[in-house]
């Protein structure tokens, strides 16, 4: 299934048809030599001073870090993600070397999970990020400590049928995609 973006302005391909899908092929499996590509994108994404405070935890469908994950799922994302073929935490080290704050971290594995997403989609691979998680449940589970920090967990697998949704979600799933105009966010 495809759900291209309507764009005001031309945008290259793989950004207009990037989106976050809820269904999942559940028979589709994936290795870390799948995800290579998209690890590879975001080693390379911009880092404020090159700190690259990004690191990331991968469970794949039925092995022990991905049923940790699924274990604090929360909400919808709980009846869905489970059907992904990968579950990725993303991290961030809020300390720079010398134990400053490091202000831009957030942004940076933001930057970092973009270029993931976007590599991933142009190898035929989705991603759908999601913050609906136990993140203190999550952070123990794993054996996440200070400074790092648990941020976001990102589904990642082949985009399935719609139909094996709830038909409040497959309503979702199927909706036109909407945004804000660029002239609301441009001034």
Do not use: C
Not at 37 to 43: D, V
Not at 67 to 90: C, K, M, Q, Y
Not at 171 to 180: C, D, I, S
């Amino acid at each position: 299934m495809t759900n291209r973006a309507t764009t005001s302005f031309p945008i290259l391909d793989v950004l207009a048809e990037r989106w976050s899908p809820r269904a999942f092929d559940q028979s589709a499996t994936l290795t870390m030599a799948d995800l290579g590509p998209a690890f590879e994108a975001a080693r390379w994404a911009p880092s404020a001073n090159n700190l690259q405070p990004w690191s990331f935890i991968v469970g794949f469908r039925g092995d022990e870090a991905f049923e940790a994950i699924v274990a604090t799922l929360s909400g919808f994302n709980a009846s869905w993600a489970p059907h992904a073929s990968a579950l990725v935490v993303t991290i961030t080290n809020t300390l720079t070397a010398s134990g400053r704050q490091n202000v831009s971290a957030r942004y940076d594995l933001g930057q970092a999970v973009a270029h993931f997403s976007i590599q991933a989609q142009a190898n035929g691979l989705s991603v759908h990020q999601m913050g609906g998680f136990d993140i203190e449940t999550l952070t123990d589970s794993l054996g996440v400590n200070e400074p790092l920090e648990i941020v976001t967990v990102l589904a990642v697998g082949t985009a399935g049928d719609p139909a094996t949704l709830s038909d409040e979600m497959a309503e979702r799933e199927l909706a036109p995609r909407e945004r804000k105009d660029v002239s609301e966010f441009v001034r």
